[in-house]
């Protein structure tokens, strides 16, 4: 089986998994638990804090056939569907790169056919603030009177460029940075189940310098581990540091990077 980054293996499944966003898993999961769950949601925050992630395990919650206490069971032909990619009820559109009025259009038409197999069609737009003035007018059309079959999750790092009018039609969640030391636990915790040996030094400084970004600590996690095939994950110092250094380009952001050799 091909090697599967760290970031794209251990991202969440439930609500219970996303790291240091309880403020807006417990809310999203009372909502599907009271059967109470709004039309539109409009998540922001920085990189790496959960957004989409969130909005995928929200996609499964509401069409769970057997949901555990607001969160998908992850086990059922539904869920099972939709995490392999099968249930084509459930679309991410990337807004950088389909931000034309066409694009809306489209999807406009489409949102009028209820959903094959699912409860609900869920349409989660990436990077929203990315549309065009058209696009944007377009798809407020679709928030005004949306069809009780479809749900919006609309994500974004630039909340500030979204239309008024499309954020006033939406529920808006504020993913807040990841403290260090939320990150701390969650790559110590990948860590033993990943059978690696790193010392809590040098964990602690991943966690530092992704700026609570999740997936930056992981993504950072992932080459200090392949540079170390000697034995335990290090603070700094030693040939395999020189050594990373001068083959790889410094990212900035990793401990390699921050730390000089020792």
């Known amino acids: 089986m091909a090697y599967q980054a760290l970031y794209r293996k251990w991202r969440p499944l439930t609500f219970d998994d996303v790291v240091g966003q309880r403020h807006v898993t417990e809310t999203i999961k009372n909502e599907v638990k009271n059967n109470a769950v709004g039309h539109a949601f409009l998540f922001c925050g920085s990189r790496g804090t959960g957004k989409t992630s969130t909005a995928r395990i929200f996609s499964r919650a509401i069409n769970c056939e057997n ?86 999750v609309l994500a974004t790092t630039e909340a500030h460029k979204v239309m008024d009018t499309i954020s006033s039609r939406c529920q808006r969640f504020d993913f807040k940075r990841i403290t260090a030391e939320d990150i701390y636990d969650r790559l110590e915790y990948i860590c033993r189940a990943e059978g690696i040996d790193a010392e809590e030094r040098a964990l602690r400084m991943i966690a530092s310098a992704a700026d609570g970004s999740m997936r930056d600590a992981l993504s950072c996690l992932d080459p200090c581990v392949a540079a170390t095939p000697w034995g335990p994950l290090p603070l700094a110092g030693g040939p395999w540091l020189r050594l990373w250094k001068r083959l790889s380009r410094p990212c900035g952001i990793c401990w390699c990077c921050v730390l000089p050799a020792g």
């Open 67 to 152: 949901p555990q206490g607001g969160n998908p069971c992850n086990k059922c032909p539904t869920c099972r569907g939709i995490l392999d990619g099968s249930i084509m009820d459930i679309t991410e559109i990337d807004a950088a790169s389909n931000s034309g009025v066409d694009n809306i259009r489209s999807l406009r038409e489409e949102a009028g056919y209820t959903a094959a197999i699912t409860k609900y069609k869920v349409y989660i737009i990436d990077e929203v603030h990315a549309l065009s003035a058209g696009a944007f007018n377009a798809l407020l059309k679709l928030l005004e009177e949306p069809p009780e079959h479809v749900k919006f």
